[in-house]
């Protein structure tokens, strides 16, 4: 029985080219005590192998994270099957404001310790009394209360691209640095100031919430699915637009233009750009901005010396990534010395 993926990212384009399917990219996520994440995490596998669903997924004693893309002839089928497991029946999908066919190209359903890593020891607070969710209107009501400080829960590179007016964008790598500084910042302020939260599909802001009550912070609001729902409801409710910009995801996308609005500037002249890329380096594959007539001119390249190295033979390329960790810490986000323009 096959539990894990067997074609290529190249191998599986193929196959979403000639099957000529519209696919649709949905996020959802769940806090649920599981006992068994693994029988769950193989259970999930097997039935969205045979509806062609494609992405990733965390599984966690604590829950379950989902990013992922489905033919939209099978999105019934996979509502039907998501509502067979009761801690998930009626959970709310997040759907893409932007399609691509392609923003997944294997199904990855993971167990991991958290499905969001935030550090925490959950064992020390109430992580089930989280804040009072808001929808698109109320979060747009919130917002304007000059008492409240509107926190944006999301890291540097998410929030350069695009942002709630007024939001305070804290100038973090990870989720789990922001909770310490939002807490630091506002310290004089947990009681007589709206705490406002957001971020891309509400899952950290659940978290957050729950352990900013704990720390003491009496007015406590997140907006419900993150910015991904409030786009949609703005626009079937004509509702005022506050987001500026483009939205990160985390998927080949890698962003959804909100508005036309362009904030940020490109990493390497200064431009402004809002088109993040991967340095075409393997070895390095820094996510920045870039434009395009920079990309044209790097190479799809963060630095002169990964530009020669990808003009190498491959497997020399190979050889030079021999002994180098695939992680977090050699594929930063934005904040390599080579950039002449970062934020």
């Keep these: 029985m096959q539990l894990y993926n067997k074609l290529s990212a190249e191998e599986r384009a193929h196959l979403i080219?000639?099957?000529?399917?519209?696919?649709?990219?949905i996020s959802f996520y769940q806090y649920y005590k599981i006992e068994?994440?693994?029988?769950?995490?193989?259970?999930?596998?097997?039935e969205w192998d045979n509806l062609e669903v494609l992405g990733r997924t965390y599984v966690s004693n604590e829950g379950i994270n989902a990013q992922i893309s489905v033919p939209a002839e099978n999105l019934a089928a996979l509502k039907e099957q998501l509502d067979s497991i009761s801690f998930l029946?009626?959970?709310?999908?997040?759907?893409?404001?932007?399609?691509?066919?392609?923003?997944?190209?294997?199904?990855?359903?993971k167990v991991r310790d958290k499905i969001v890593a935030d550090g925490l020891n959950d064992d020390t607070f109430d992580v089930t009394n989280?804040?009072?969710?808001?929808?698109a209107e109320g979060f747009n009501k919130l917002l304007e209360d000059p008492n409240t400080v509107c926190v944006d829960m999301r890291n540097h590179y998410e929030s350069e691209i695009g942002h709630f007016k007024t939001a305070v964008t804290p100038d973090v790598d990870t989720f789990r640095d922001s909770l310490d500084i939002i807490e630091e910042d506002l310290k004089d302020h947990k009681e007589d100031k709206n705490l406002l939260m957001y971020c891309t599909g509400g899952i950290r802001c659940e978290k957050a919430s729950a352990y900013y009550k704990h720390k003491g912070f009496k007015n406590v609001f997140q907006l419900e699915g993150g910015i991904i729902e409030y786009t949609r409801q703005v626009k079937e409710q004509e509702l005022e637009n506050k987001f500026i910009g483009k939205?990160?995801?985390?998927?080949?996308?890698?962003?959804?233009?909100?508005?036309?609005d362009v904030i940020a500037n490109c990493h390497q002249c200064g431009e402004p750009c809002d088109m993040h890329v991967n340095c075409a380096n393997e070895a390095c594959h820094l996510l920045f901005i870039q434009c395009e007539k920079c990309s044209k001119k790097m190479e799809t390249c963060c630095s002169i010396e990964c530009k020669e190295i990808i003009q190498l033979p491959f497997e020399e390329q190979k050889e030079l990534r021999k002994g180098i960790p695939n992680s977090n810490k050699i594929f930063k986000k934005g904040r390599s010395e080579v950039l002449k323009y970062k934020k």
Excluded: M, Y
Excluded at 90 to 101: M, S
Excluded at 130 to 135: E, F
């Design 17 to 25: 080219d000639e099957a000529g399917k519209d696919r649709l990219t």
């Design 36 to 46: 068994n994440p693994q029988i769950l995490r193989n259970h999930l596998f097997i």
């Design 89 to 109: 029946k009626d959970c709310r999908l997040n759907i893409a404001i932007e399609q691509d066919n392609k923003s997944f190209l294997k199904l990855k359903v």
């Design 130 to 135: 989280i804040g009072i969710h808001l929808d």
């Design 247 to 260: 939205n990160f995801v985390f998927d080949h996308r890698r962003s959804e233009r909100i508005t036309e």
